[in-house]
T-cell receptor, first 115, second 114 residues
Framework: GAGVSQSPRYKVAKRGQDVALRCDPI?????LFWYQQALGQGPEFLTY????????KSGLPSDRFFAERPEGSVSTLKIQRTQQEDSAVYLC?????????????FGPGTRLLVL | AQSVTQPDIHITVSEGASLELRCNYS??????LFWYVQSPGQGLQLLLK??????LVQGIKGFEAEFKRSQSSFNLRKPSVHWSDAAEYFC????????????FGKGTHLIIQP
């Protein structure tokens, strides 16, 4: 079946521009996560949704980062006034139930380069 | 706060040789532990997970991992590696609370020599 998809796969932005990254989770999956992976590092948690509710946004690095999932399916991560330090791969993951032991399924990521 | 340490940044193994990738965690309660693999241009793929029961866990692609509470470790092993195993490997622990977000180690880059 279809996995988690993300678009665009690559994004180049000039410093100061706003960007929007899209995540299509596996159909029916309740939980959705965003992670940021800097070059040579492991992914770092940004935010978590259960259906349309954003239950945890403790990992968002600044108020320039904003995420939404208005209908409990597709999610968008928006970064305003991008900075060079925002350059990273942004990963989306979903899982079909809540619960710590449930598997998160990851998308291929969006590679963002801020010039 | 929970944390995961993968002490080896790079490991080189000859094809057909055995493999062990180290992972140490710091977590106050019973940990939920995962190993993921990331190939170039690919998303993270779950190899195996542990949350209770038998401390030796079998995963996909011939991998296994052993949970040792006394050593706070969850090392990944494979008896005989293949060239296709070359990738980045991440150990992760669930963050806990209500959020379920994963805390990852920095990863180990596995190189396979012919």
């Amino acid at each position: 079946g279809a996995g988690v998809s993300q678009s665009p796969r690559y994004k180049v932005a000039k410093r100061g521009q706003d960007v929007a990254l899209r995540c299509d989770p596996i159909s029916g999956h309740v939980s959705l996560f965003w992670y940021q992976q800097a070059l040579g590092q492991g992914p770092e948690f940004l935010t978590y949704f259960q259906n349309e509710a954003q239950l945890d946004k403790s990992g968002l690095p600044s108020d320039r980062f904003f995420a939404e999932r208005p209908e409990g399916s597709v999610s968008t991560l928006k970064i305003q006034r991008t900075q060079q330090e925002d350059s990273a791969v942004y990963l989306c993951a979903s899982k079909d139930r809540t619960g710590w032991q449930e598997t998160q399924y990851f998308g291929p990521g969006t590679r963002l380069l801020v010039l | 706060a929970q944390s995961v340490t993968q002490p080896d940044i790079h490991i080189t193994v000859s094809e057909g040789a055995s493999l062990e990738l180290r992972c140490n965690y710091s977590y106050g309660a019973t940990p939920y532990l995962f190993w993921y693999v990331q190939s170039p241009g690919q998303g993270l793929q779950l190899l195996l997970k542990y949350f209770s029961g038998d401390t030796l866990v079998q995963g996909i692609k011939g991998f296994e991992a052993e949970f040792k509470r006394s050593q706070s470790s969850f090392n990944l092993r494979k008896p005989s590696v293949h060239w296709s195993d070359a990738a980045e490997y991440f150990c992760a622990v669930v963050s806990g609370g209500g959020a379920d977000g994963l805390t990852f180690g920095k990863g180990t880059h596995l190189i396979i020599q012919p």
